[in-house]
């Protein structure tokens, strides 16, 4: 497309977002503050009383068939939006047939296969998104991590702001902005038709703390009528029907290594990832440590956390220790997402296997109830409790992990026991605190604030999140319990050695984000380079110096990795080794984006062929 013409949709869809929020809201998609509608202007369709809020203003409009168009919800201003648009829709049917077709010869199919599956029942939406510069880009996601339900999706991005971020194999990639540049996903339909020939990438949008960002979306969707399914053509022998990603939870089991503490950040060092396929309805706790044990000998006293997905270490561990949680853990993993399982471990003198019979939820329960000769250790409060919360002294020694609770995720503070008397209780272990007692940070009451509908929205997940720093009285105390242990790698945090203890902090990040940097370097460069990043690894590595530069205040979005440490003590990041589909296969692998660049179509991403 002409980029003459790419300015001007980006232009009207600029004053649009410009109008007075009156003028925007006479098209709301929240009918008379009652009923939400897909299409319309507003934010997130709010369905749960609780609910994370992108940051992110959305307008939604039906663009086909022409027949289903409500004009009365086009913007009258500016005067030229109508027409641009349904030029836009015009054009981008052009390139959507062009690249449906060519992927249909790709795999051998009639040429018309995907474009028979948009037929006149199928539907179009545009989706206008526009994202304020956000005072805390850190915390809050544009949009969360997500993968398309259509077919096919044309981005048209902003090519002045970053944002659009791609997950592959675990970690997170810039979409590098290519002026006048259109990103074709495939989406999930597309990931079932082709029998997962395509994938459909799991991306998300980061907010920018400056500055605010649009872009212009349209989805391609089946007729929701219509069944999707695998094209039989693809499916043989060899090749077996994939099983429908929906129904299928990919558990990434990081274990053998041990939490450790950098600076103000929470690493897993060490040991080893195994992926696994779960289905869904099948989804137990049981299930979860049966398949735990494909890949490692299972103790008794070992714990299970699972990462809460776009959170850190630090504050996104969230401990297994029943059905509900592994419930909890397959919601909130979205079709394509993968659930990061830690495994904890320190090697007590328990030697017993988990047998298959044993249940370890009832395991874990038990440890609850177990007698606690620690004082001032208060016992463990399960999901059912409700009462009140206990402030024990000894919090000063506990690190932040979550269990969840009924649709109320509860802060659970654990501390690792790395001295070398032996195992501790679970009670001693694990003190649960209700989020609402008042610890700082992105916590208890902290709230979003929608930049534009000007309301008060909760953050349901976030908001149960306690930042490491933050304890029950305000103050971490870490560094005393483990002062004396024999974890080398440990660097004990006091906040009252002030700046000393930040200089100790930031230096430790530099050098951290140096390593990594090396690593990517000999990832990409390197003699055992796979070659395989095909998305601007280089990127983030200059994002990586930029972080330095500025103090290390924004987490970078390759903070995915995990790391090892070397002989020589450097730690270097590890790339998992486990992609989402079998490498076995002799279907070639794709991870598909396509840039379509005026008349150019460049194939961008990686092909594991
Ligand atoms: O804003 C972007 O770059 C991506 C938007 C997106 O992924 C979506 O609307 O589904
Ligand atoms: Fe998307």
Redesign the pocket.
């Known amino acids: 497309m002409e980029p003459s013409f790419l300015c001007e949709v980006m232009k009207v869809t600029r004053e649009f977002y410009k109008l007075p929020l009156e003028e925007k809201q006479k098209y709301s998609n929240f009918v008379d503050g009652k009923e939400f509608r897909v299409e319309g202007y507003g934010n997130d369709m709010v369905i749960l009383e609780k609910q994370t809020l992108d940051w992110?203003d959305?307008f939604y409009l039906v663009v086909e068939p022409e027949s289903r168009r409500i004009y009365t919800l086009w913007p009258t201003q500016p005067p030229s939006f109508r027409d641009i648009m349904c030029e836009y829709t015009a054009r981008c049917r052009e390139i959507t047939n062009l690249v449906l077709k060519n992927v249909a010869k790709l795999l051998n199919l009639h040429e018309n296969y995907f474009v028979n599956m948009l037929d006149e029942n199928a539907t179009t939406y545009a989706?206008f998104?526009y994202?304020p510069h956000c005072p805390k880009p850190e915390q809050v996601f544009?949009?969360k991590p997500?993968s398309?339900a259509t077919v096919i999706?044309i981005?048209f991005?902003?090519d002045t702001v970053s944002?659009?971020q791609l997950q592959k194999e675990g970690f997170w990639y810039n979409?590098p902005m290519v002026p006048n540049a259109l990103?074709v996903?495939m989406g999930d339909a597309m990931e079932i038709q082709s029998n997962g020939f395509f994938k459909s990438p799991v991306?998300?949008?980061v907010t920018n703390a400056e500055k605010e960002?649009?872009?212009v979306?349209m989805?391609y969707s089946m007729d929701p009528e219509r069944e999707i399914e695998p094209a039989a053509e693809l499916v043989d022998e060899k090749n077996p029907r994939r099983m429908d990603p929906t129904k299928i939870l990919t558990v990434r089991f990081n274990f053998g290594g041990e939490f450790v503490h950098i600076g103000k950040e929470l690493d897993y060092v060490g040991g080893d990832e195994a992926i696994s396929e779960i289905e869904r309805d099948k989804l137990s706790l049981h299930e979860v440590v049966g398949f735990l044990k494909d890949h490692m000998e299972v103790k008794e006293s070992m714990k299970l956390y699972f990462l809460h997905p776009g959170k850190e270490l630090v504050n996104g561990l969230v401990l297994l220790y029943d059905d509900l949680g592994c419930l909890k853990m397959s919601e909130h993993t979205i079709d394509g997402g993968v659930a990061d399982i830690y495994v904890e471990y320190h090697g007590q003198e328990d030697v017993v296997s988990i047998s298959s019979g044993s249940d370890f939820e009832h395991e874990i329960a038990g440890l609850a109830d177990c007698e606690s000769d620690i004082s001032d250790v208060p016992e463990v409060m399960t999901a059912a409790d409700d009462e009140s919360v206990p402030t024990s002294t000894s919090v000063g020694q506990l690190e932040n992990v979550l269990v969840p609770d009924d649709y109320v995720l509860t802060q659970v503070m654990s501390c690792p026991d790395k001295n070398a008397s032996g195992r501790r209780s679970f009670a001693q272990n694990y003190v649960r605190r209700d989020i609402d007692t008042g610890s700082q940070g992105m916590t208890g009451n902290s709230q979003v604030i929608n930049s534009s509908m000007q309301s008060q929205v909760e953050i349901p997940f976030c908001q149960d999140i306690v930042l490491r720093d933050a304890d029950i009285d305000g103050t971490e105390k870490i560094g005393e319990e483990y002062s004396d242990s024999e974890d080398s790698d440990y660097v004990p945090h006091s906040d009252d050695s002030g700046e000393e203890s930040e200089v100790v902090d930031l230096r430790k990040k530099a050098k951290q984000f140096k390593t990594k940097m090396r690593a990517s370097q000999r990832w990409v460069d390197g003699e055992n380079a796979t070659g395989a990043v095909s998305i601007d690894l280089v990127a983030n590595v200059e994002e990586v110096l930029e972080e330095i530069n500025k103090e290390a205040e924004f987490e970078t979005s390759d903070d995915d990795y995990s790391y090892d440490e070397e002989e020589e003590g450097h730690i270097v990041r590890k790339k998992t080794k486990y992609p989402r589909f079998d490498p076995n296969t002799e279907i070639p692998l794709f991870c598909l984006s396509y840039f379509v660049s005026s008349r150019e179509m460049n194939l961008l991403s990686s092909c594991n062929a």
Do not use: P, Q
């Open positions: 992110c959305r989706r998104n994202y544009g949009l997500h398309d999706t981005v991005i902003d944002g659009l979409v990103v996903n991306h998300r949008v960002r649009l872009s979306v989805f």
